[in-house]
């Protein structure tokens, strides 16, 4: 994500229009507008400023990456280097699954506020998602307290259980 995107998002994330975010980070609006459009870049320190008064932080997290892992049957799993964290809203969303990890009961909606429709997703997403489902439907925290009850294949769950346990050997990295 570029820097540009960066601050428009936490701009409009905030609610503030460029005038008001400018204001508060003691800026000026074109200034913000160039930032934004990306014919300016600002220092890491301005970014950090202004995604601030915006009411957020810039912060660093993992890189996900994703390695393909044959299983005895079927077509190979993807499993990623980190688990991935999701915004609360989204963690705790009512989603509808995509055919592709629901094809048997099309068109369900599970409340990811309760703990047995999240497990239910959880298995259907490490069970036939790939990358793009795993980044939108898991949450690494929420997943690590389900592992030890979800009902997985057990090449599935061993392919998957460094990731979640943390226990990473020099091979799997």
Do not use: C
């Amino acid at each position: 994500m570029s820097a540009g995107s960066l601050l428009e998002q936490a701009r409009r994330a905030a609610g503030l229009s460029q005038a008001a975010l400018a204001e508060r980070a003691g800026t000026s609006r074109p200034t913000l507008s160039a930032y934004e459009h990306e014919r300016k870049s600002p220092t890491l320190e301005t970014a950090g400023r202004i995604v601030g008064e915006a009411g957020f932080e810039l912060v660093i997290s993992p890189r996900i990456e994703f390695r393909e892992v044959a299983v005895e049957r079927g077509r190979p799993i993807q499993v990623p280097n980190a688990l991935p964290r999701l915004p609360l809203d989204r963690a705790f969303a009512t989603v509808r699954l995509p055919l592709h990890l629901n094809w048997s009961d099309r068109g369900r909606l599970f409340d990811l506020r309760d703990r047995r429709q999240r497990a239910r997703v959880y298995e259907l997403v490490l069970r036939e998602g790939g990358p793009q489902d795993v980044v939108a439907y898991l949450d690494g925290a929420l997943l690590v307290d389900l592992w030890e009850t979800l009902v997985l294949p057990a090449r599935i769950r061993a392919a998957w259980a460094p990731v979640v346990t943390g226990q990473h050997d020099e091979d799997a990295r």
